[in-house]
């Protein structure tokens, strides 16, 4: 089972938004309209939301699902506003449209409710909820998606209770699928969803392998870009700035040239401590399930530490410790120059669309190609500069 939101998106032929619609976007789409059903809303939303989704057979969260009518978590390119929504009016949570919005001024998910008035709810009108709650006030987010929100996801490559769990392919439900595939094209819900003529769509099948067929990976890469920016804001803001930065060099496990040892030795710096990732992380007095997002996994176990949540092609810590650099890059023209060396990367290091999926990462939080060939040189343009601003902060 599983807890999860969805995202929409339209037909070229209706209104397209840009990249950056937020839920405020969809209030006043929905007001500025008078829309009073879902099934209206739909038609209604960018293309990039409806076109960029997966689909949940189980739940556990205030919304139902089932193999027939499942789940949709809409998360458009970035996943910084995703919708869920599903499709029987038997089920639970029918009659709303839940969705997060990640909050970039503040490096946060905030998670509402949007509820439509029908007969058995008795509303006059849609209404709204508040921050991180239920429209009746009765139920808190908080209670799932823990103290500091966050999504459920769990760790790639299986995906419980989602069509194509099992690394983005959906043969172990096929028959199932091929059951719901039928009757999408005249859901008066799921027909508004972008989806490609083939069985397995969206999903992976014998020729449609690439990363555009991967719906559950990329929604685990999104958000592990997001989880990278709400973990550094965690560490800044409740242990200050050199933890944090240990924490950043210690997760890419920089070297530090002699000179620098000398240096910082010089000063009584235990490199050893100050870098120790587990010891950082402790201090921090959060649970994995709290720091990451994993559901069925409270506290993941080696290879995967509590810090580590391995998302899709990247690791927390690692995008934690890339969300470190790109805030000191504000501060630092060489270590701003080395991450736009290292987007660059990307453009010839790849082909499309695999070269657009990282080119559109890389705007929320720069990866440096964990599993691919350039790993390893770009930890180390990273590491060049970060262990120099780590030795200047400390010696100073």
Do not use: E, W
């Given at each position: 089972m599983r807890i999860l939101l969805l995202g929409f998106v339209l037909f070229s032929t209706f209104p397209v938004f840009a990249q950056s619609f937020k839920f405020e976007d969809l209030v006043d789409l929905i007001k500025s309209k008078h829309l009073q059903t879902l099934e209206e809303v739909l038609p209604l939303l960018p293309e990039e939301l409806r076109s960029h989704y997966t689909l949940m057979r189980e739940s556990r969260s205030l919304q139902a699902a089932s193999?027939?009518?499942?789940?949709?978590?809409?998360?458009g390119r970035d996943a910084k506003l995703t919708c869920t929504f599903n499709g029987d009016s038997s089920q639970r949570g029918f009659d709303t449209l839940e969705c997060f919005q990640?909050?970039?001024e503040t490096s946060s998910f905030d998670f509402r409710q949007i509820q439509f008035p029908t007969d058995e709810n008795g509303l006059l009108q849609v209404e709204y909820s508040e921050s991180?709650?239920?429209?009746d006030k009765k139920i808190?987010?908080?209670?799932?998606?823990?103290?500091?929100?966050r999504p459920n996801w769990d760790s790639y490559s299986h995906w419980p209770g989602a069509y194509g769990e099992n690394d983005d392919t959906p043969q172990d439900n096929f028959q199932k699928y091929s059951r719901f595939v039928a009757k999408r094209g005249s859901h008066p819900r799921y027909q508004w969803l972008i989806q490609q003529d083939y069985a397995e769509a969206p999903y992976m099948a014998e020729t449609y392998f690439d990363i555009d067929h991967r719906p559950n990976l990329r929604f685990g890469e999104a958000i592990g870009r997001l989880m990278g920016l709400r973990g550094y804001r965690l560490l800044q803001t409740r242990l200050g700035e050199m933890p944090t930065l240990g924490?950043?060099?210690?997760?890419?496990?920089?070297?530090?040239t002699d000179a620098q040892k000398s240096q910082l030795g010089a000063k009584g710096v235990d490199l050893e401590r100050e870098l120790n990732v587990a010891e950082i992380f402790g201090r921090l007095k959060m649970s994995g399930r709290e720091w990451s997002a994993v559901i069925f996994n409270d506290t993941p176990s080696s290879p995967s530490a509590p810090w580590e949540h391995q998302f899709g092609y990247t690791f927390l810590k690692e995008n934690v410790a890339v969300a470190v650099a790109q805030n000191l890059a504000q501060t630092y023209p060489t270590l701003a120059a080395t991450i736009t060396k290292i987007k660059d990367y990307f453009k010839t290091a790849y082909q499309e669309p695999d070269r657009r999926f990282y080119q559109d990462m890389n705007e929320t939080l720069l990866g440096l190609d964990y599993f691919g060939g350039g790993y390893t040189e770009n930890r180390k343009y990273i590491c060049d500069e970060m262990t120099k601003i780590f030795t200047e902060?400390?010696?100073r």
């Open positions: 193999d027939l009518d499942p789940r949709v978590i809409m998360y990640f909050r970039d991180n709650r239920s429209v808190s987010c908080t209670g799932c998606h823990m103290a500091d929100p924490f950043a060099v210690g997760a890419l496990q920089c070297l530090f902060k400390r010696t």
